[in-house]
């Protein structure tokens, strides 16, 4: 009887350590996600209420809703105000291909009008390049717009698209 009860003890014990373990597991990833959730989530109210302090900027000098290239390029200060911004983006965008933030949310946040900007922005990334002889400036800014141009449609026709960054 003393064998049989030391036995179930011998199994019993580390299959439960290994349930306690893979409980941690899962518990650490939940938290994991949920905070990459809101790190994603403050990052992007910061970066998009820059996005429209630097449109309502723009729209005040230029009387126009989108960004042009030229016109940028004339003021010196807001020039530098929007290399700002792209370096965000930049960073953003790298986080995104990381998996340090997350590319779902990212994207259901993201409204068609956003994009609109930010696409705005992609023919000034094309002269800065010209201008810097730098092929790659903003090149992950560039990719994030392009995968957004994706998602955004298939979002918009209520189609599935990857909820995951990737390459084009």
């Known amino acids: 009887m003393f064998d049989i009860i030391s036995l179930c003890m011998a ?6 350590t290994l349930i306690g373990v893979l409980w941690a597991i899962y518990q650490y990833k939940r938290e994991a996600t949920r905070k990459k959730r809101s790190e994603t989530l403050s990052l992007y109210i910061d970066l998009f209420s820059k996005v429209y302090d630097t449109r309502e900027e ?32 930049e960073s953003f965008a790298k986080g995104l291909e990381y998996e340090i933030y997350d590319f779902e949310i990212f994207i259901y946040l993201t409204p068609k009008e956003m994009f609109e900007i930010l696409n705005s922005l992609k023919q000034f990334v094309y002269d800065e390049r010209k201008i810097k002889g730098y092929d790659l400036l903003f090149n992950d800014f560039i990719h994030l717009v392009d995968l957004m141009s994706i998602c955004i449609q298939k979002k918009t026709s209520h189609k599935k698209f990857k909820k995951k960054y990737k390459k084009i």
């Open 11 to 16: 199994i019993v014990t580390p299959l439960a």
């Open 58 to 89: 723009y729209i005040k000098m230029t009387k126009e809703n989108l960004f042009d290239s030229d016109k940028i390029h004339g003021d010196s200060e807001f020039c530098k105000k929007i290399l700002t911004l792209l370096t965000h983006f």
